[in-house]
């Protein structure tokens, strides 16, 4: 099926452990996520640059827990973050300082002067504004920061709307055609070091071609940049590399390597990637129970007791996640076409419209796969459910990584102002319900 994830004896199996002894151990809706995928991904994408000077930043956002981060970083794997929270996360798993870069359109003047007083090894920035902060930060502290400058190549990356972000008019980098007078700002203000140029031209990527003139326009820029005199030592690629979630063929990354290098080749650059979803979306499933099928007139409906809170992709990008039962069906097993929805209320809280399933009953286990990337990361407690839990497997033994909050967990920190407790001799209590 995928790396890690597969059939073992008619049971669906994550390197090696059959779903249903995790789903026994801590319940359901639960993550589970194969160290085989995640690092036979990493280990494919690096050695088809080990012959080039490079450095892998996994892109902290698509799944940042510690022991996902840790197991990257083991392989060797620095960090890009969009966040302060993001650095904090990839030094507490042990990534080194000068393997982080930092992206993102709204850096903060707090954040960048705990990045510097951490010693990063970039600021990718995205705007003028952001360059003068950063210059201002650095000076009063005393640092400089390495920057790249983060380019809009104006490629189309052909991915889905909400989630390109190298064509001219979204909000991301800076216009080509402004990059050089950038850059001359930048040579001016004291605090900053131009050593790099960036971009990042989307995500779910799946016909590479729009890399290579991307990376083509950077190392024109790249040139024309040395010759009025600055240092371009690194050229980051950005991420973006897509995954199969419904079978596609995905991009080979030997084919994204070849024409990486065609286009980067003789910049003298040291090569930055940024990869996310790549190395840990197919890594993933969402272990889920059905808890009721309801037979509408128009509609068989499999309930879930997983929900758009535990997995947000279908709601917010339409995504497709090929959903399983986690007892093999049989091979003559009827197909139908069924609702799969989750119990919150809002008609956009379904996984699958019209999915052909083989028939499911209240109790049984199915999984949700290519869960590893974008999923945990971007669950919430809306409707007061507990987010789930995320588990770690290798080699046929698993751990807990991060445990399900109890119910009261959701709402312990929430107090009643002044003016709702009673002054009466039985003050109302400040927590509601006990575990
Ligand atoms: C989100 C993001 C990435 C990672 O994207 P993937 O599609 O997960 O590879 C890399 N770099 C930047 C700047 C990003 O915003």
Redesign the pocket.
Known sequence: MMTGIEYRGGILAVDGVPLPRIADAFGTPTYVYSTEAMVSAYRGFASAFADRDNLI?Y?L??NSNLAVISTLAAEGAGA?A?SIGEIRRALAAGVEPKKI?F??VGKTAEEMAAALEIGILQF?VESLSELKMLSEVATALGHTAEIAV?VNPDVDAKTHAK?T?GKKGNK?GIDLDQAASVYALAKSLPGIKATAI?M?I????LDPTPFEEALRRLVTLTRELRDAGHDIQRL?C?????IPYKGETPVSVESYAQLVKRATDGSGCKLIF????????NAGVLITKVVHVKDGSAHRFIILDSAMNDLVRPAMYDAWHTIVPVKEPAADAPIEPVEIVGPICESSDQFAKGRPMPPLQAGDLVAILSAG??SRVMSSNYNTRPEPPEVLVKEGVFAMIKPRPAVTDLFANETLPEWLVDTGASPRPRVYGTR
């Open positions: 930043c892109a956002k698509a890009d969009v870069v992206a993102g990718n983060r989630i972000t991301f960036g990042h989307g995500s779910q990527i980051d950005g991420g973006g590399l897509g940024e990869p996310g979803r790549y190395f840990v979306g990337a974008y």
